[in-house]
C-alpha cells in the first residue's frame, strides 16, 4: 500500500508565495511520474504540474513562469513552489504519484495509482 501525505497550503495575499510538499510512503518499488492537480469551487479538477522520475516536466499554460515542481527521488517526496499567486489559483490541491509497489509476502510488484487528500490554498486580493 501507498499512502501519500500533503503539506504546505494555506492562505496568503496576491503576489505571495508558498510551497507544497507531498511524500508517499508504504511498500513502494519504485515511483514513475509525481504531479499536482487542483479542484477550484464550480470547477473540475485540473492538472497543474507534473514531473517524471527522470526529472521532464510539465505545467499548464496558467502557471508556467510561476510554478516550479521538483522531487527528491531518495524521500519519494514532490514539491510544488508557486510564486506570484494570483487570487484564480484558489483551490484544493492534490498530489498523484503513479508506480510499483511490493505486493506484501509476495516477490510479487504491481502498480498503483494513488492520489492525496487535498491540501486548501486561498490567495486573497
Known amino acids: 500500500q501507498v499512502q501519500l501525505v500533503e503539506s504546505g497550503g494555506g492562505l496568503v495575499q496576491a503576489g505571495g508565495s508558498l510551497r507544497l510538499s507531498c511524500a508517499a510512503s508504504?511498500?513502494?518499488?519504485?515511483?514513475?511520474?509525481m504531479g499536482w492537480f487542483r479542484r477550484a469551487p464550480g470547477k473540475q479538477r485540473e492538472l497543474v504540474a507534473t514531473v517524471t522520475g527522470g526529472g521532464s516536466t510539465n505545467y499548464t499554460d496558467s502557471v508556467k513562469g510561476r510554478f516550479t515542481i521538483f522531487r527528491d527521488n531518495a524521500k519519494n517526496t514532490v514539491y510544488l513552489q508557486m510564486n506570484s499567486l494570483q487570487p484564480e489559483d484558489t483551490a484544493v490541491y492534490y498530489c498523484?504519484?503513479?508506480?510499483?509497489?511490493?505486493?506484501?509476502?509476495?516477490?510479487?510488484?504491481?502498480?498503483?495509482?494513488?492520489w492525496g487528500q487535498g491540501t486548501q490554498v486561498t490567495v486573497s486580493s
Open positions: 498523484k504519484a503513479e508506480g510499483m509497489v511490493r505486493v506484501v509476502f509476495t516477490e510479487r510488484i504491481s502498480p498503483f495509482v494513488n
Open positions: 508504504g511498500t513502494i518499488f519504485s515511483i514513475n511520474t
